[in-house]
């Protein structure tokens, strides 16, 4: 019966935006650190991998629009009943602050292409020119890159406390991993 399988397990689509921005934003983390370390005599493999992490951060917000559109359906198995009200309202909070930044990160990192001082296009994929849609400002540009950083490191550390909360809750027997991992109870 479908609702039952709503209450049990996630559906195939939220399972698989969910691994799909995890890897993503893993790999523009990745990318990121790479990327800023290079030295600008390396500047061809500088310039690609800046177009790479924002080809990500493009769609990982394209991901997470649709991820909060399914959840906006209300379909989500329901909470464990291992869980106390208070840990089932940390764990709203942090899903929250999760998807707060997973927007932020990316719309901040646009932000700070298009106001650069330096105009470099935003190539999508390598190829698809991306329209900015604010002009280069030296202002805005000193507010959001520092902003965009410190969001993005914050949505790693919050990333990986959320990886590590549901390894532990895992290994103590409750269904949550599973069910986000293969859809069963």
């Known amino acids: ?22 890897a ?48 906006a359906t209300g379909r989500r198995p329901g909470w464990s009943d291992t869980l106390s009200a208070l840990r089932r309202r940390l764990a709203a909070g942090g899903h929250a602050t999760l998807y707060g930044l997973l927007v932020l990160v990316p719309t901040l990192g646009y932000l700070t292409a298009a106001s650069a001082p330096f105009q470099v296009p935003t190539l999508f994929l390598g190829v698809v020119a991306v329209p900015h849609v604010v002009a280069p400002d030296p202002t805005l540009y000193a507010l959001v890159r520092p902003g965009h ?32 991992w293969a859809g069963t109870a």
């Open 149 to 180: 950083v410190i969001a993005a490191t914050l949505l790693g550390v919050l990333a990986l406390g959320h990886a590590a909360i549901a390894i532990a809750a895992h290994r103590r027997g409750n269904p949550m991993l599973r069910r986000m």
């Open 1 to 22: 019966m479908p609702g039952d399988e709503v209450a049990r397990g996630w559906t195939r689509a939220q399972r698989w935006t969910h691994w799909l921005t995890a």
């Open 24 to 71: 993503l934003v893993t790999a523009a983390i990745a990318v990121a650190v790479v990327m800023v370390r290079l030295p600008l005599s390396e500047l061809r493999q500088k310039f690609w991998l800046y177009q790479i992490h924002k080809s990500i951060g493009l769609i990982v917000l394209a991901i997470v629009l649709s991820r909060l559109a399914l959840r």
